[in-house]
């Protein structure tokens, strides 16, 4: 594991699409939610097709991360640095939880992942109502409410490094 005071070019990439997806994936999530019955199913459809990538994706990154370890937080006292650590396993293992929970939805319902209609993702969970209504409550309080506090508190530590602490760009990602 790397203990190096900065992420590697290839984990600053992970960390920029994993940001576009959770953005696109949280966008349709929320615009699927509240359209109109007509159009809900296909902003779902596409949301679905999307989070079979997201999943594949969401793992390698969570992978990658615990092959080459967590930098030192750039937090300038012990409570900042214990809070940036939180955050980003925190928000790591919100993501994991969104991705599992997602397909898992569907699968206690008897349904798949239809990717586009290129191929249906399918695994058979007959763990009945209780699994589903829990993996639906997890995946939707998590893109909801968790997941945009995290990035939230994300994202206001980077303005903090790079406006305060006057950074030349933030150090963690």
Not at 4 to 33: K, P
Not at 73 to 90: I, K, Q, T
Not at 139 to 147: I, N, P, R, T, V
Request: glycine share 10%; proline share 5%; charged share 15%.
């Amino acid at each position: 594991m790397s203990e190096s005071a900065r992420y590697s070019g290839i984990s600053t990439l992970n960390h920029w699409i994993t940001a576009i997806l959770a953005f696109v994936m949280w966008t349709l999530g929320l615009a699927g939610g509240s359209a109109p019955e007509a159009a809900e199913g296909y902003i779902m459809s596409i949301h679905i097709g999307l989070g079979f990538f997201v999943l594949l994706f969401v793992l390698w990154r969570i992978g990658f991360r615990l092959y080459e370890g967590f930098p030192e937080p750039a937090a300038a006292n012990r409570f900042e640095s214990m809070a940036a650590s939180l955050v980003h396993r925190l928000m790591l293992l919100v993501l994991l939880a969104m991705v599992l929970t997602g397909p898992l939805y569907l699968f206690t319902e008897g349904e798949g992942m239809n990717v586009f209609g290129w191929f249906t993702f399918y695994i058979p969970a007959p763990l009945g109502e209780g699994v589903h209504e829990a993996a639906e409550t997890v995946h939707k309080f998590s893109g909801q409410y968790l997941l945009p506090i995290l990035v939230g508190l994300h994202i206001l530590a980077a303005a903090k490094h790079w406006l305060f602490d006057r950074e030349a760009s933030p150090r963690e990602l």
